[in-house]
C-alpha cells in the first residue's frame, strides 16, 4: 500500500458510511470510523493522521505501547480503542493508554478494571462485548446475559459502560448479529454500538453501528496469521 492507496481507501470507506447512514435515515457524523491499526507501523498510519483522523484501534496491549506514544506527540487528540481481548495483567497498562475499552467480555476484567481505572483517576468509556453468536472460542458474554452483565459492570464495578460490541462468526451472514447487538443495547439503555469490519460495516451502519472497526479496507491485508 502507498499513501495514496490508503488516502484513496480513507476516502472511500468515509463515502461508504456516509451513504449507508443517510439511506438508514440517519446522519452520518454519528458513525465513527475507528482505523484498526494492528500490525500496521507508524509510517503506514501517517497519511490518516494527517488527513485529520484521530479514532484508531488496537488489539494487543503491548503492540499499542510501541506504537502510540511517539504517534501522539506528533498529533493531538487522538482516540485509542483496545478492541482486543484483555489479560487482568495487562489492565494498568490498558488504563494509562487507551481512551475506551471495547473488550469488557467477564466479570473478572470488569472489577480488575473498575478498580484499576478508580486507582489512576482515569474513568474510560467502555463497551460490553456480547459473544452474538455464542461461539466457544470466542470472547464475550452470552447474549442472555449481556444487558444484566452490562447493569453489574456499572454498578458493582463503576464502570462507565457506554455500549456493546461484537465479532460476527466468520461463517454466516453478519445481519442477524447487528440487529441482535443493537435490540440488547436498546434493551440495556446504551447509546454506542460497535459492529462491522471491512467486509460488512456498510450492513452495520444500516443496522444501527454508532462505530465501526475497519482495518483491511483501509491499510491493505495483513500478514496471515495475526490478528
Ligand atoms: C482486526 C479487527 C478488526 C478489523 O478487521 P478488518 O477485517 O481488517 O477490517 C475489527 N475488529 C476487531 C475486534 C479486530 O480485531
Known amino acids: 500500500m502507498t499513501q495514496t492507496d490508503v488516502t484513496e481507501n480513507y ?35 501517517l497519511p490518516l493522521l494527517e ?10 496491549v503491548q503492540e499499542a505501547q510501541a506504537k502510540w506514544p511517539a504517534l501522539r506527540e506528533r498529533f ?4 485509542l480503542r483496545l478492541i482486543g481481548p484483555l489479560q487482568s495483567n495487562k489492565a494498568s497498562d490498558a488504563v494509562a493508554l487507551f481512551d475506551v475499552i471495547e473488550s469488557v467480555d467477564r ?17 474510560l468509556p467502555v463497551y460490553v462485548q456480547v459473544n452474538t453468536g455464542e461461539e466457544p472460542q470466542k470472547a464475550g458474554v452470552a447474549p442472555e446475559d449481556a444487558v444484566a452483565f452490562a447493569a ?16 460476527p462468526p466468520q461463517d454466516q451472514p453478519p445481519a442477524p448479529h447487528f440487529a441482535l447487538l443493537w435490540e440488547l443495547a436498546q434493551e440495556a439503555r446504551l447509546r454506542e454500538v460497535s459492529m462491522g469490519m471491512s467486509g460488512d460495516y456498510e450492513a452495520a451502519v ?22
Open 11 to 45: 476516502e472511500d470507506v468515509l463515502r461508504r458510511i456516509a451513504r449507508a447512514a443517510t439511506e438508514a435515515g440517519r446522519r452520518p457524523e454519528d458513525v465513527t470510523l475507528t482505523a484498526v491499526t494492528k500490525t500496521h507501523e507508524g509510517a503506514a498510519i
Open 51 to 60: 488527513a485529520g483522523h484521530r479514532d484508531f484501534g488496537e488489539n494487543r
Open 76 to 79: 493531538a487528540g487522538v482516540t
Open 107 to 123: 466479570e473478572k476484567i470488569a472489577r480488575v478494571l473498575g478498580a484499576e481505572m478508580e486507582k489512576q483517576a482515569r474513568r
Open 152 to 167: 453489574r459492570a456499572r454498578d458493582e464495578h463503576g464502570l462507565d459502560v457506554v455500549g456493546l460490541m461484537c465479532i
Open 206 to 227: 444500516s443496522l444501527g453501528a454508532t462505530s465501526v472497526r475497519v482495518g483491511s479496507g483501509l491499510f491493505g491485508a495483513r500478514p496471515t496469521g495475526e490478528g
